[in-house]
């Protein structure tokens, strides 16, 4: 079955460069997604890269995938306060439902 | 205007009552979803439709029903509810050439 797991903590000052990291088991993923979840709100889409890719830039944002190892990471530069959350992986597979598998979310606290 | 509202955000409610939790897309999507995240988990599905006449099972189904009203409503009932079901439930829509979900903010769900 699919799973995708995350380390569920990661401290950082701010100014510094966050890497969030993230492994899936299904071999079949198409796309994978970073979300981002600030407290009392629900999920906000960041990024998400297509699987024959291995890189993906968007201003702060890089994603790197390695497919052959199954991971990839969020690496958020000059990280600020407001960047702090919980940041979920998610695949989708290439089956019927179209659904998304998410990892258990890791939460970024970025001190000042 | 949000693209995908909740409603009620947040309910207190006793075991054995009857609860729907409503959700309402203005993207235009054809598939929609809800999801239930309890602390320190990610999202699991629940129940899923790809259209009014096409609603499917998720991995955490018992307890729960749906009922797709329209193409842009979603709904999520708990027939008889019991304390382990308290959690976040989320809705979610996408569209049809991609896997990319859009959340609404998410309802919190007590049961005591």
């Known amino acids: 079955g699919e799973d995708v797991e995350q380390s569920l903590f990661l401290s950082v000052r701010e100014g510094d460069s966050s890497v969030i990291n993230c492994t899936y088991t299904?071999?079949?993923?198409?796309?994978l997604y970073w979300y981002k979840q600030e407290p009392g709100a629900g999920l906000q889409l960041l990024t998400y890269?297509?699987?024959?890719?291995d890189m993906k830039q968007d201003q702060r944002l890089t994603v790197l995938l390695n497919k052959k190892d199954k991971h990839l990471s969020l690496r958020i530069a000059d990280t600020q306060t407001g960047d702090s959350a919980i940041y979920f992986c998610a695949e989708s597979a290439d089956t019927g439902r179209r659904a998304l598998t998410f990892g258990s979310g890791t939460r970024l606290q970025v001190q000042p | 205007d949000a693209d995908v509202t909740q409603t009620p955000r947040n309910r207190i409610t006793k075991t054995g009552k009857r609860i729907m939790l409503e959700c309402s897309q203005t993207?235009?999507?054809?598939?929609m979803y809800w999801y239930r995240q309890d602390p320190g988990l990610g999202l699991q599905l629940i129940y899923y439709?790809?259209?009014?006449?096409?609603?499917n099972k998720g991995e955490i189904s018992d307890g729960y029903s749906v009922s797709r009203q329209a193409q842009a409503k979603f709904s999520l009932s708990l027939e008889s509810a019991i304390p382990n079901q308290t959690a976040l439930y989320f809705c979610?829509?996408?569209?049809?050439?991609?896997?990319?979900?859009?959340f609404g903010p998410g309802t919190r769900l007590t049961v005591l």
């Open positions: 993207k235009g999507h054809d598939r």
């Open positions: 979610a829509t996408s569209g049809p050439s991609t896997d990319t979900q859009y």
């Open positions: 299904d071999s079949s993923s198409t796309y």
């Open positions: 439709s790809f259209d009014v006449k096409d609603i």
């Open positions: 890269i297509f699987s024959n890719m």
